[in-house]
């Protein structure tokens, strides 16, 4: 028995070792980027309270070298793209990735050493799929990314559980614009990006 | 607690049959003059025109590659999971922010106290053994969605966590891994019933419960019969147990919602969709 779960044991590191072997270019990217991420999360030197501002700004340096900020913004505005003027559409792009990067920043700094499996990746065409697993202390979660051919891969959704960020932003930007024009859109995320920069507590405010 | 469920298991009953009948009312109106059938086509928009706009999925959110079929299905299957009508928003609405508030006001900072006084590994054998606990909703969604597998390990866990894990405490078979896979044993009767085939229906806010659909609702009720605490005598202990099941969940999730709420600008709406597509992926999990 216990001879049988040593060759399966050595079976799947092959397999392992196989995969990441295979792992294409985009998983390469993507993999580099993450690496990235972790280095300057897991960098001791940045740790302290003083440095924060540093550590944000070195994060999302990163973050734009692996992200296509426009094709992510385009998707989530979905059919109301079109609806923007150019200069409003730059002006979505820019707020939108500077509201993602403020909030997701905020989440990966409770970054604990987790580790990240790259499963499996799949290329079609321009894009490509790849499926990772966050091995947390007592869980593991799937973090899934999909990928762009542009001069570099670039990610342009994250799925989370199954939940697609482009897509939860798009039932929330489809709703605001049924009702508002896109300028008080803009105001709103500017807005909201105002009260994370002064600290404000999400606590009190029901609406968003 | 008898008393309680024989008042509220119908009253939820009869809502829910009204959430349907509205729901299929919406579904089957064929509009009868042009104006209704403009308002219709506006209703029907978003989709139609994400399909002209050209923004097509080639796969679902799992990577499964999605076969187009007639070439005109560019949404996932997760997505029309999402697109659950939600008949009574206002209403929603108005239980989503009273449950907001609960969680700020009091699930929160009773939460935050709790784990300060008691430190993560308790509260980790607490979690089990309430998980543990919960077998019987787990056993019956299996072996109702008929993956004899699954429940046989779930019921392996279970004799093994209680037996050997005092009681659930520890969860001593979390490190055995199954021979074959296995589907996700994380099921419930709501669950079941849309592995079944059946819709949401629609989109419900539950005060206390949070977001839930019309399915999910009575299978919840299914679950609360199922549920070994709600047999507790007398009723203010079952509560207690089940409150203190909560506060002691929330304990490890404190921050979850707080960075939903804070990256969203319709929190409403993005728990609305995040729920639907977490509920659609577990189902096929």
């Given at each position: 028995?216990?001879?049988?779960?040593?060759?399966?044991?050595?079976?799947?590191?092959?397999?392992?070792?196989?995969?990441?072997?295979?792992?294409?270019?985009?998983?390469?990217?993507?993999?580099?980027?993450?690496?990235?991420?972790?280095?300057?999360?897991?960098?001791?030197?940045?740790?302290?309270?003083?440095?924060?501002?540093?550590?944000?700004?070195?994060?999302?340096?990163?973050?734009?070298?692996?992200?296509?900020?426009?094709?992510?913004?385009?998707?989530?505005?979905?059919?109301?793209?079109?609806?923007?003027?150019?200069?409003?559409?730059?002006?979505?792009?820019t707020t939108f990735s500077e509201l993602l990067q403020k909030t997701y920043i905020r989440k990966l700094e409770k970054y604990n050493n987790e580790k990240v499996n790259y499963l499996k990746e799949q290329i079609e065409g321009d894009q490509a799929f790849i499926n990772t697993q966050v091995q947390m202390k007592d869980k593991s979660i799937p973090i899934n990314y999909i990928m762009i051919k542009r001069e570099k891969w670039l990610v342009y959704d994250v799925f989370v559980e199954g939940v697609s960020l482009v897509k939860n932003y798009r039932t929330q930007f489809a709703k605001i614009l049924s009702k508002d024009s896109p300028e008080e859109l803009?105001?709103?995320?500017?807005?909201?990006?105002?009260?994370?920069?002064?600290?404000?507590?999400?606590?009190?405010?029901?609406?968003? | 607690?008898?008393?309680?469920?024989?008042?509220?298991?119908?009253?939820?009953?009869?809502?829910?049959?009204?959430?349907?009948?509205?729901?299929?009312?919406?579904?089957?109106?064929?509009?009868?003059?042009?104006?209704?059938?403009?308002?219709?086509?506006?209703?029907?928009?978003?989709?139609?025109?994400?399909?002209?706009?050209?923004?097509?999925?080639?796969?679902?959110?799992?990577?499964?590659?999605?076969?187009?079929?007639?070439?005109?299905?560019?949404?996932?299957?997760?997505?029309?999971?999402?697109?659950?009508?939600?008949?009574?928003?206002?209403?929603?609405?108005?239980?989503?922010?009273?449950?907001?508030?609960?969680?700020?006001?009091?699930?929160?900072?009773?939460?935050?106290?709790?784990?300060?006084?008691?430190?993560?590994?308790?509260?980790?054998?607490?979690?089990?053994?309430?998980?543990?606990?919960?077998?019987?909703?787990?056993?019956?969604?299996?072996?109702?969605?008929?993956?004899?597998?699954?429940?046989?390990?779930?019921?392996?866990?279970?004799?093994?966590?209680?037996?050997?894990?005092?009681?659930?405490?520890?969860?001593?078979?979390?490190?055995?891994?199954?021979?074959?896979?296995?589907?996700?044993?994380?099921?419930?009767?709501?669950?079941?019933?849309?592995?079944?085939?059946?819709?949401?229906?629609?989109?419900?806010?539950?005060?206390?419960?949070?977001?839930?659909?019309?399915?999910?609702?009575?299978?919840?009720?299914?679950?609360?019969?199922?549920?070994?605490?709600?047999?507790?005598?007398?009723?203010?202990?079952?509560?207690?147990?089940?409150?203190?099941?909560?506060?002691?969940?929330?304990?490890?999730?404190?921050?979850?919602?707080?960075?939903?709420?804070?990256?969203?600008?319709?929190?409403?709406?993005?728990?609305?969709?995040?729920?639907?597509?977490?509920?659609?992926?577990?189902?096929?999990?």
């Amino acid at each position: 028995m216990k001879k049988l779960t040593n060759i399966l044991g050595a079976l799947a590191l092959v397999v392992c070792f196989a995969s990441v072997a295979l792992a294409g270019e985009p998983q390469d990217r993507l993999k580099a980027g993450i690496d990235n991420v972790i280095t300057i999360l897991s960098d001791a030197g940045l740790k302290a309270a003083n440095k924060r501002t540093e550590r944000q700004n070195k994060l999302r340096a990163v973050a734009d070298t692996f992200f296509d900020w426009r094709e992510l913004s385009r998707r989530a505005a979905a059919e109301n793209w079109a609806k923007f003027s150019p200069k409003q559409q730059e002006d979505f792009v820019t707020t939108f990735s500077e509201l993602l990067q403020k909030t997701y920043i905020r989440k990966l700094e409770k970054y604990n050493n987790e580790k990240v499996n790259y499963l499996k990746e799949q290329i079609e065409g321009d894009q490509a799929f790849i499926n990772t697993q966050v091995q947390m202390k007592d869980k593991s979660i799937p973090i899934n990314y999909i990928m762009i051919k542009r001069e570099k891969w670039l990610v342009y959704d994250v799925f989370v559980e199954g939940v697609s960020l482009v897509k939860n932003y798009r039932t929330q930007f489809a709703k605001i614009l049924s009702k508002d024009s896109p300028e008080e859109l803009l105001q709103r995320m500017k807005d909201k990006i105002k009260a994370i920069d002064n600290g404000q507590n999400v606590d009190d405010k029901v609406g968003g | 607690m008898h008393l309680m469920t024989r008042i509220l298991a119908p009253a939820a009953l009869v809502l829910l049959l009204c959430g349907s009948a509205f729901a299929a009312n919406i579904e089957t109106a064929t509009p009868t003059t042009p104006a209704q059938a403009e308002s219709m086509k506006t209703e029907l928009a978003p989709s139609q025109t994400l399909l002209a706009y050209g923004d097509e999925d080639i796969w679902d959110e799992n990577g499964q590659l999605i076969k187009r079929t007639h070439g005109a299905k560019t949404e996932t299957p997760g997505d029309l999971a999402a697109q659950t009508p939600d008949p009574l928003e206002g209403w929603n609405r108005m239980w989503f922010g009273f449950n907001d508030k609960l969680y700020f006001w009091a699930l929160k900072p009773v939460a935050q106290g709790y784990s300060t006084v008691i430190p993560e590994r308790p509260r980790i054998w607490v979690r089990n053994f309430f998980h543990n606990l919960m077998y019987p909703v787990r056993f019956t969604s299996l072996m109702l969605q008929g993956k004899f597998d699954a429940a046989a390990v779930e019921t392996s866990r279970f004799i093994g966590n209680t037996a050997f894990g005092l009681g659930g405490l520890a969860d001593v078979t979390s490190d055995n891994k199954t021979f074959r896979p296995i589907p996700s044993t994380e099921q419930d009767l709501g669950l079941t019933f849309g592995y079944w085939g059946a819709d949401n229906g629609m989109y419900l806010v539950w005060p206390f419960l949070g977001p839930s659909s019309a399915r999910d609702t009575v299978g919840y009720v299914g679950d609360h019969f199922l549920t070994p605490t709600t047999y507790i005598h007398p009723w203010y202990w079952s509560v207690a147990a089940k409150g203190y099941d909560k506060v002691n969940a929330i304990s490890f999730r404190i921050g979850d919602y707080e960075a939903v709420k804070e990256a969203s600008l319709d929190p409403y709406e993005a728990v609305r969709d995040g729920y639907l597509r977490m509920r659609f992926k577990k189902m096929n999990d």
